[in-house]
């Protein structure tokens, strides 16, 4: 199965915005408008926070949002706060697989 | 509430094997395709195999040349893992969740550890 590839790392201080990138190909993210987006706390079950690239579950926050242009899908965080600070995995229609994670800092 | 709840995890040796349950609740549990997700100590999630609303299809990752096999009991709200011939790259926290395919998994368990060590 193909990779998504996340940047392992990110992070921004509180009341900033921070962008996440999720980049496939034209056989998952660039073929489908279905990328959904995780959030994970240590310890934690993951927590869908977008699917369908843009689509917010009932109860997550609109400062969370998503986009995708070509092969790359994004995960916006907007006035960022502490408990923002998570692990974030972003997947596909088209593959079985989760990106490899982005660490989110909140400084 | 919607509800899935792991159990069955534990140490087990190389080359041994365990069965990894799931319990359903809150939602309608024989509509709804299920996944195994895995995640090894400090890496990131890894899709493990996913099972259609009767039972009738079944998906693995390639990795696990065979060794697992997933099913379902739609009577009792319960989806499985068996995991044969066990490998220490095999320990990871195991979560089931519900596959709402173009939707994404949109509930899941707490995990439950599965340690494969001598």
């Known amino acids: 199965q193909s990779a998504l590839t996340q940047p392992p790392s990110a992070s921004g201080s509180p009341g900033q915005s921070v962008t996440i990138s999720c980049t496939g190909t034209s056989s998952d993210v660039g073929g489908y408008n279905y990328v959904s987006w995780y959030q994970q706390h240590p310890g934690k079950a993951p927590k869908l926070m977008i699917y369908?690239?843009?689509k917010r579950p009932s109860g997550v926050p609109d400062r969370f949002s998503g986009s995708k242009s070509g092969n790359t899908a994004s995960l916006t965080v907007s006035g960022l706060q502490a408990d923002d600070e998570a692990d974030y995995y972003c997947?596909?229609?088209?593959?079985?697989?989760f990106g490899g994670g982005t660490k989110l800092t909140v400084l | 509430e919607a509800q899935l709840v792991e159990s069955g995890g534990g140490l087990v040796q190389p080359g041994g094997s365990l069965r990894l349950s799931c319990a359903a609740s809150?939602?309608?549990?024989?509509?709804?395709?299920m996944t195994w997700v895995r995640q090894a100590p400090g890496k990131g999630l890894e899709w493990v195999a996913n099972i259609k609303e009767d039972g009738s299809v079944r998906n693995y990752v390639d990795s696990l040349e065979g060794r697992f096999t997933i099913s379902r009991d739609n009577a009792q709200n319960s989806v499985y893992l068996q995991m044969d011939s066990l490998r220490a790259g095999d320990t990871a926290v195991y979560f089931c969740?519900?596959?709402?395919?173009?939707?994404?998994?949109?509930?899941w368990g707490q995990g439950t550890l599965v340690t494969v060590s001598p």
């Open positions: 809150g939602f309608t549990f024989s509509a709804s395709w």
């Open positions: 969740t519900r596959d709402r395919a173009w939707n994404g998994f949109d509930i």
């Open positions: 369908e690239v843009s």
């Open positions: 997947t596909s229609a088209g593959t079985k697989v």
